[in-house]
Each structure stands twice: as C-alpha cells, then as structure tokens.
Nanobody
C-alpha cells in the first residue's frame, strides 16, 4: 500500500509564498506520474502542475510564472513552491500520483492541505 501525505498549507496574505510538500511512502513502488491539483468550494478539482511520464511538466495557466513544481526522487517527495499568491488561489491542494506497485498501476490521492490567501 502506498500513501501520499501533503504538508505545508496554511494562511498567507496576498503576495506571500507557501511551499507544499507531498511525501510518498509504502512498499516498493515506482512513480509513473505525479502532480498537484486543487479544489475550491463549489468547484471541480483542477490540475495545478504535474510531472508527466518522461519528466515533462505541465502547468495550469493560472500557475505559470508564479508556481514551481519540483521533486526529490531520493526522498520520494514532491514540492510546489507558490509565490505571489492571490485570494483566488485559496483551495484544498491535493497530491496525485500514478504509481506502479505489487504488479499493478493505481491512482493515489493525498488527503489534501488547505491553502487560504487573504486579501
């Protein structure tokens, strides 16, 4: 069983920064793709940024120029550096991964971490 655990959310003023982390743990596994999604109240869960198969990166238009996704493969940890935060960035941020483990490929979601940006 693989788990994704996010951390780093919180309350920040507009213009501020936060760094989210997502640690993957469990028995032997291989991460196929991994990224960040967010969901604001009443909205659908949308992609923020992700590493695709092969290592290319996708950013949502709203994240380009302000957010940076990175990963530490040795620690099985994903990061999202968020700068110049805006009130519209307020949402629950989720880590998502497609992981190969125990002979099968599965999708995993973390429990989410709340990011609140005050104006």
């Amino acid at each position: 069983q693989v788990q994704l655990v996010e951390s780093g959310g919180g309350l920040v003023q507009a213009g501020g920064s936060l760094r989210l982390s997502c640690a993957a743990s469990g028995s032997t596994f291989t991460i196929n793709s991994i990224g960040w999604y967010r969901q604001a109240p009443g909205n659908q869960r949308d992609l923020v940024a992700a590493f695709n198969i092969g290592g290319s990166i996708n950013y949502a238009d709203s994240a380009k120029g302000r957010f940076t996704i990175s990963r530490d493969n040795a620690k099985n940890t994903l990061y999202l550096q968020m700068n110049s935060l805006k009130p519209e960035d307020t949402a629950v941020y989720y880590c998502y991964a497609r992981i190969y483990s125990s002979g099968s490929m599965r999708s995993y979601w973390g429990q989410g971490t709340q990011v609140t940006v005050s104006s």
